[in-house]
């Protein structure tokens, strides 16, 4: 027997299917929780930055839902693909910035500042992008683990239920991830 599908669930199927009105009904039930996320990932940006948390939030569910391949079957795996939109989002926004401010010479960086995305790091989020592009060419699982951990602030639990695999399996793939992600890095 199935479990009772929530809420959120059977908006995004109707979403999925095209529904508008599903979209506008989906927003309210979601929003709280995506701007704590777009929070998170803003929240070393410098006072005064140009994006702010809430067109975070609003962009990343824009494309979202106009997107051509929009299917999520459950509400963790909506805000696994909200996590990577966002990443998008805030890649695209340091290429634009590093488009302004062309800064020669990269000193070595850590993962934590590098994950942060803010003016001075423009180039080092762009880095780290490259990164996890290449980490989930060899390992996806280990990537979308990185991706659900820095981007959607996910919980090692909540990455168990949405990739359907142990927890003690989640913290193997983040340790060996972030030991990879650290080498390359300091190869920068």
């Not at 979308?144 to 913290?171: C, H, K, N, P």
């Amino acid at each position: 027997m199935q479990p009772l599908k929530g809420e959120v669930t059977l908006l995004l199927e109707r979403v999925a299917e095209g529904d508008r009105a599903a979209e506008d009904e989906l927003m309210p039930r979601v929003y709280v929780e995506l701007h704590r996320l777009a929070l998170t990932r803003l929240k070393s940006e410098r006072r005064g930055h140009t994006l702010q948390a809430t067109e975070l939030v609003h962009e990343a569910y824009l494309r979202m839902c106009r997107s051509n391949e929009f299917k999520c079957e459950n509400r963790i795996h909506f805000f696994r693909m909200s996590a990577k939109i966002m990443r998008r989002v805030l890649v695209d926004y340091a290429r634009q910035r590093g488009a302004q401010k062309r800064n020669d010479g990269m000193a070595p960086l850590s993962l934590d500042n590098a994950i942060a995305v803010s003016a001075s790091q423009s180039e080092e989020a762009l880095a780290v992008d490259d990164l996890l592009n290449q980490l989930a060419l060899m390992n996806p699982r280990q990537a979308q683990v990185v991706e659900m951990r820095f981007y959607a602030g996910l919980s090692e639990d909540e990455i168990a239920d949405a990739l359907d695999i142990s927890v003690r399996t989640i913290r193997r793939d983040w340790l060996m991830a972030r030991a990879w992600l650290h080498e390359k890095l300091k190869q920068a």
